[in-house]
């Protein structure tokens, strides 16, 4: 554009000075400057359309394909054919092909052209001024001075043509890279700033954990230190039912401030990286009554009874620590809640997943104990959020466990919810990838179908 519009301004001081030095006692003169003027006239409204044409597709935005294909051949081809009439028309008045040349550096310098385009135009230029001059010079030496006078400019224009696109395709990817490193740096940068906020996010989380798992710890030691002190003191030695009543309180105490340690510990270890993850085939029913079979004096002393229908022929990859924690944790958070003389059940469903070509199963640990509220829903599994609540007997708890149920099941690569009413209970569902297809002891337990709370 900047070329196009320079060339217009000359075209028209070109055209202007011809035209008023026209006088001339020479006819051949005068003839000569009248074709100038033509030439001049033609070249320069050419340009002076190319430049208007430039500038609206620039101003519309739809100027890459053209000014950086079509226009660069276009104005190339306007110049230099301008050029070389203007140069064999002079022969007539004189021997110069200083517009022929001049044409070839300005062409050079402006213009970036590929460079086996540039030949091919190059040599259409050369053979048309070749042509011209062995047509307008009648003198032999003039004429040979001039054609190889052309042929070096032209030489010259595409070598330093050559130079100006070597060097453009220098920067050009020079540039392009720059860009890419600085569009990596951008997308490091955006990566760094998440980062960042996830490790506020999950300094912010642990922070409130841990004063939280301080504010739980306080209380079962607290009353361990209390009960102790008056035990120490002989308080109750006359009165051996208070006393045990005492003792079984301080063990209530110890065991709650054993399993809260517990589980820190397996969170810990968890959070580390430090447990490792070993599946094997393990059958889910055993599973379930070695867990029932572990808290079965916890349900006896609420006189609970544990119903576990899981399907005998389910077999599960699981590891066989990670899998016992989680349903020690789910069974135990069942008769916690669950009122005494009541039923605490676990089942199984068997489904699969066409999409996925993949057998699962779900298994439920239902309770129909005190429920939870929606808002208790939302803050479980989150390890900032303090959602807990005596059990019905006033049992203690962290929420630790939780957390560490819904941190193994994914390790398993299967997905935990949760299902509550206030009132009327909760269930908990996993469901887990099974290997193989399904047993021939059925879809489902029957149990299992059976296990709902109303209107959930």
Same mark, same amino acid.
């Given at each position: ?16 000075? =011809? ?162 490193q600085n569009k990596a740096l951008e997308n490091n940068y955006s990566d760094l700033l998440l980062s960042s906020e996830e ?150 469903? =068997? ?17 129909? @104990?005190?429920g939870m509220t929606q808002e208790t829903l939302n803050g479980l599994f989150k390890i900032d959020r303090k959602v807990l ?33 206030? @009132? ?33």
């Amino acid at each position: 554009m900047v070329l196009t519009g320079a060339c217009f301004p000359l075209s028209v001081i070109l055209f202007l000075f =011809y035209y008023l030095n026209m006088e001339s006692e020479n006819s051949a003169t005068i003839e000569w400057t009248r074709q100038v003027i033509s030439i001049d006239l033609i070249a320069g409204t050419i340009i002076l359309v190319l430049f208007f044409l430039t500038y609206f597709k620039y101003k519309k935005k739809e100027h890459k394909d053209f000014i950086g294909g079509i226009l660069p051949d276009v104005v190339f081809m306007v110049i230099a054919i301008w050029g070389v009439l203007s140069s064999v028309l002079e022969q007539s008045v004189t021997s110069s092909i200083i517009e022929f040349v001049l044409a070839c550096a300005a062409c050079s310098l402006c213009l970036l052209i590929r460079p086996w385009r540039l030949l091919l135009y190059l040599s259409l230029i050369f053979l048309l001024f070749y042509a011209g001059i062995l047509y307008a010079q009648t003198d032999h030496k003039i004429r040979i001075f001039n054609i190889a006078n052309g042929f070096c400019a032209v030489v010259i224009c595409f070598g330093l043509s050559l130079m100006q696109w070597r060097n453009h395709m220098i920067r050009f990817r020079q540039n392009r890279k720059i860009q890419e490193q600085n569009k990596a740096l951008e997308n490091n940068y955006s990566d760094l700033l998440l980062s960042s906020e996830e490790l506020s996010r999950a300094n912010s989380s642990k922070d409130k954990f841990f004063a939280i798992l301080a504010h739980d710890l306080r209380g079962p030691i607290s009353s361990t230190l209390a009960l102790t002190d008056l035990l120490e003191e002989g308080f109750f030695e006359t009165d051996e039912s208070e006393r045990k009543r005492m003792y079984r309180l301080l063990q209530s105490s110890l065991d709650t401030t054993a399993k809260l340690l517990e589980n820190v510990l397996l969170w810990s270890r968890n959070q580390t990286g430090s447990i490792n993850f070993n599946p094997v085939e393990v059958n889910l029913y055993e599973v379930i009554q070695n867990s029932k079979s572990f808290l079965q004096i916890v349900a006896a002393q609420k006189d609970i009874q544990v119903f576990n229908t899981v399907d005998k022929g389910v077999h599960i990859l699981a590891d066989v620590d990670m899998i016992n924690t989680i349903f020690r944790n789910l069974i135990s958070n069942a008769i916690k809640f669950t009122p005494n003389f009541g039923e605490v059940e676990i089942g199984s469903e =068997y489904y699969y997943d066409q999409k996925d070509k993949t057998s699962f199963v779900k298994i439920s640990v239902c309770d129909h @104990g005190v429920g939870m509220t929606q808002e208790t829903l939302n803050g479980l599994f989150k390890i900032d959020r303090k959602v807990l609540f005596p059990g019905t007997n006033n049992e203690t708890g962290t929420g630790l466990g939780l957390i560490l149920c819904h941190d193994f099941v994914q390790k398993h690569g299967g997905t935990i919810e949760v299902k509550s009413k206030q @009132g009327e209970g909760t269930i908990f569902m996993i469901k887990l990838p099974v290997p193989g297809q399904i047993s021939a002891e059925g879809k489902h337990s029957k149990k299992a179908q059976n296990i709902s709370i109303s209107n959930l």
